[in-house]
């Protein structure tokens, strides 16, 4: 569900990084920003910077655990019985 109000510090940087696999407008959307992409973007950059992040795309909050999970939610292949290869 979307922000009704726009998300600032810890946790905008939570809901970008949640929505970043969606692309800039879907995770602006997501922390309440609507499509003013500029003010999005500049929030995220400062909440970032307070963090401590060093951050120039939205794609770079995604981290290696979130690409594990995402991989692990694939379909078990596995044969019918035991004795099937």
Known sequence: ??????????????????????????????????DDLNKFAQELRNACESMNLQVKELTQLITDQDMILKIGTGEIIAPDTSSQL
């Open 1 to 34: 569900m979307a922000s009704s109000t726009p998300l600032k510090g810890t946790e905008l940087v939570d809901c970008a990084r949640a929505n970043a696999n969606q692309g800039i407008q879907t995770a602006a959307y997501q922390c309440g920003y609507d």
